[in-house]
């Protein structure tokens, strides 16, 4: 955190933002987050709009970050956009929420300090040196699909948010009495036995008439569903189809194409440089800024090393102690005057005198990086494929008029067919929530069950997706969502009344056998009685594992035993077994941490009442703000 602190200090860090952020617009991709045309907003959380577009690109990357994380062996096809969507909107109104406080607040950061973030985040730096990579920056964001406004927005964004949850967190705190309570309840162990009325046992005994299933059958029919679904006839038009054999691109585009690339590979030459900086402050006037300088220069000039120099003279002390080095940068990234002399240089030549903005430089040309200009040869053929490409892309686009014409005329696929050559293919089932392959796009989905296509069969209007080029589908079969008969569920009913039966037996008994222990009934009995056995557990922790989670925290909330009566009662469990539990002792815990210990402790339980607090404050926000869906 020092050397971020240095670096802030220093001419180098008041630049760094610029250093990261213009590189983008040489590689051309600033943008790429950005939607490509008005999108209305789907949400309205106080006046910011989290449009649809936001929402539908979200559940992408939620959906390929979880994918990745279940293996491959995990279908994708699973985590549907309905799945996604209830997470996904609520961090994206959280987020809104957080920066309407932010404002509110008037919590600020430092563009600099973003710049010196991102510099140390490790995904950044080269392995070889050690040291931030611009272009490892550059390369993992253009592979991430990142433009580099977007980036620094969302660092910049989440810092500010980090910032306002630890200023809540800071002012959450823990006593020393407090903390020795917490201490003490923590390491409280209890003495208990428990024995397992399991629902299954019951079960297997359990025999049902035809009327009990009937009847069941009749009282929950609703629970005995199917799904609305449909199949639907559909069309994919993809680039592929305008791509054609016969037209190659001329040899005069293909060269016009090249020589724009290499064109702009020429302005991307990089050079390294270092510098001696004397600012002109407050406390140092310009005059005394110059007689600095001047008296480096002349120490160069008698043949002194620059680095040499540069650690004596500069005051731009995150770069003083490595003799100036200020790395590699492309133009548009220095103060003008300093750039113009940087560039008009040959390498190991030291600049005259340089004004600047922050005061007076000499500089000094280390290395130029000149990018590899490839030859003609070696990428014609990739060129001659992107212009195809490019050009079965832009009829792509200008075909959606047609089809959407054709689709609007026609009464079924057959005349878009003919004229795109493309086949018609029939989809598996869909269901409202998405089906199989291209449909698990929610909007194919949406498009199947909208009433032109389901109730007017019409042929739905050119679904433009992400991925899969242009969709034109209609109904092909329809099933309604119905009650499913008796026969096609009776086995389920079955089931489900014998677990019911069978559950319901188990409470019963757990109820008699608590009421038995609690008028003096002997615990061997009770084992004789019900066929079951009575598990003693010593000891138990609040955190402690031997036992079902239900049963320990269940343990913990019931009073200490007296000494002539032991606590008994019973609990479910999620699978629905119940036990019985007969708390006999409970030993206090004992507070030995030493000064370290209790202050690590106090400060992890004060981040958890800091993160309580900052919660509440989220509640507290989306109480008071005025969310409207549309």
């Known amino acids: 955190m020092q050397g971020f602190r240095d670096l802030l200090k220093g001419w180098f860090g008041k630049v760094l933002l610029t250093i990261f952020i213009l590189p983008f617009a040489l590689f051309g991709i600033q943008g790429l987050f950005q939607a490509s045309g ?51 909107e609520k961090s994206l109104i959280q987020k809104s929420l957080l920066q309407n406080a932010i404002v509110n607040e008037g919590l600020y950061i430092p563009q600099e300090a973003v710049s010196a973030y991102v510099r140390a985040m490790p995904m950044f730096i080269d392995e070889e040196t050690n040291q931030f990579s611009q272009k490892k920056l550059e390369r993992l964001l253009v592979q991430a699909g990142y433009s580099g406004k977007f980036f620094f927005q969302e660092i910049s964004e989440s810092m500010l948010i980090d910032q ?57 029919s609703s629970q005995y569903q199917s799904e609305e679904k449909v199949k639907v006839s559909y069309l994919n ?69 620059f ?11 995150a770069t003083a102690r490595t003799g100036g080095d200020l790395g590699f940068a492309g133009r548009d990234i220095y103060d003008p005057a300093f750039e113009e002399s940087l560039f008009s240089m040959e ?9 600047s903005e922050f005061g007076y430089h000499l500089i000094r040309l280390v290395a130029v990086e000149s990018p590899d200009i490839p030859q003609y040869a070696a990428e014609s053929k ?62 194919l989905a949406g498009a199947a069950f909208s009433e032109s296509v389901l109730k007017d069969k019409n042929n739905s209007e050119v679904i433009e997706t992400d991925s899969n080029g242009l969709i034109v589908l209609r109904l092909a079969e329809h099933e309604s969502a119905r009650t499913l008969t008796f026969d096609e569920v009776k086995d389920r009913v079955v089931t489900s009344l014998k677990r019911e039966k069978a559950v319901e037996k188990a409470k019963l008994d757990a109820e008699a056998i608590v009421s038995a222990i609690e008028d003096g009934g002997s615990s061997n009995d009770i084992e004789t009685q019900y066929s079951v056995k009575w598990k003693v557990s010593d000891a138990v922790g609040r955190q402690g594992r031997e036992l079902d989670r239900a049963v320990v925290t269940k343990l913990f909330e019931l009073p200490k035993p007296s000494a002539d009566k032991k606590e008994v009662v019973s609990v479910q469990l999620g699978n629905g077994d119940w036990v019985v539990m007969l708390l ?29 607090d900052f919660e509440s404050y989220l509640a507290t926000l989306k109480e008071q703000a005025n969310i409207v869906r549309n």
């Open 237 to 305: 038009i993809t680039t592929a189809n305008f791509l054609s054999d016969d037209a190659t691109p001329s040899e005069e585009a293909i060269r016009e194409r090249f020589d724009a690339e290499v064109q702009a590979l020429t302005k991307k030459e990089r050079r390294r440089a270092s510098h001696i900086l004397v600012e002109i402050t407050d406390e140092q006037s310009e005059e005394q800024a110059l007689a600095k300088i001047k008296q480096a220069k002349t120490q160069l000039d008698a043949g002194e090393e």
């Open 584 to 612: 006999s002792a409970v030993t206090e815990g004992e507070y030995k941490q030493s000064d370290a210990e209790a202050k690590q402790l106090g400060n992890a339980v004060s981040d958890r009442y800091g993160q309580s």
């Open 382 to 443: 990739r060129i001659a494929e992107e212009i195809s490409l490019d050009k079965a892309s832009e009829e792509l686009s200008l075909a959606v008029d047609e089809l959407n014409r054709l689709a609007f005329e026609s009464g079924d696929l057959l005349e878009i067919s003919k004229q795109f050559d493309v086949e018609v293919k029939t989809s598996d089932w869909i269901k409202k929530t998405g089906g199989i392959g291209l449909f698990t796009d929610r909007a």
């Open 38 to 88: 008005r999108d209305d907003a789907a949400i309205t959380v106080d006046g910011i709009e989290i449009t649809g577009a936001q929402i539908e690109r979200s559940i992408e990357q939620q959906r390929q970050s979880l994918a990745q994380r279940m293996g491959k062996g995990a279908d994708p096809s699973l985590l549907t956009s309905a799945l996604l969507r209830p997470g996904v």
């Open 307 to 317: 680095d040499a120099v540069a650690q004596e003279f500069s005051e731009d002390i």
């Open 164 to 220: 306002l949850r630890k200023g809540l967190g800071a002012s959450a705190f823990v006593t020393s009495d407090e903390l020795k309570s917490l201490v003490v309840l923590g390491e409280q162990k209890r003495d208990v036995a428990t024995l397992t009325l399991s629902a299954k046992t019951y079960e297997d005994k359990i025999e049902l008439t035809e009327e009990e299933i009937q009847a069941s059958y009749k009282a929950k």
């Open 347 to 355: 390498k190991g030549q030291v600049s005259d005198i340089v004004r």
